[in-house]
């Protein structure tokens, strides 16, 4: 449950559209989800009846459909919501491209999927893309005791140097 309460805070800590109402709804929910995901297919179904949607709005669509993998029962249809979880990130990206919220959500999605699937290779690619704009996270919106608890989630992840932790707790702090 730790999980879920670190992504939900540090997407919120990068959030580049954080003043959206429709985005912050979308986030509410995942944060909801995240927590208790009995509603994911309900809640899933009617972020994609939204219309006009940007690509950090289809990234939420590609974290709630890995969150599907949680609740299926089928270890086939568990592969399934990640591999379709991949498609729909890969099309965010191609969407807004330059979006450190998308990228963020996707690394951590990657990051709690087990190595051995194969559904992991863009935890570099993404780690050093949030690095290279990690001037940009927006963390005003966020308490001291929820900013040290996002740089203990990257200092355990394993894939930030000492360096790099460095750079963003001072990023990070108030």
């Not at 559209?17 to 929910?29: H, L, M, S």
């Not at 568990?78 to 959500?105: C, T």
């Not at 990051?111 to 940009?136: A, C, V």
Request: proline content about 2%; glycine content about 2%; aromatic content about 12%.
């Amino acid at each position: 449950m730790r999980f879920y309460i670190l992504i939900f805070a540090l997407i919120v800590a990068f959030a580049s559209e954080a003043k959206d109402p429709k985005v912050a709804g979308i986030r509410n929910t995942f944060y909801a989800l995240t927590l208790d995901s009995e509603n994911t297919a309900e809640k899933l179904e009617e972020l994609r009846q939204i219309k006009e949607r940007n690509g950090l709005m289809t990234a939420y669509e590609a974290a709630m459909e890995a969150l599907m993998a949680k609740v299926a029962w089928n270890p086939l249809s568990k592969i399934g919501h990640v591999k379709k979880s991949q498609e729909i990130f890969d099309k965010a990206i191609e969407m807004d491209p330059r979006n450190v919220e998308i990228r963020f959500l996707r690394f951590s999605v990657e990051w709690h999927i087990p190595r051995w699937l194969g559904y992991s290779k863009n935890l570099q690619s993404d780690k050093d893309f949030i690095m290279n704009r990690y001037t940009e996270f927006d963390t005003s919106c966020l308490s001291q005791d929820m900013l040290n608890f996002i740089n203990r989630f990257l200092n355990d992840s394993g894939w930030f140097s000492k360096s790099e932790l460095a750079l963003v707790y001072e990023a990070t702090k108030k």
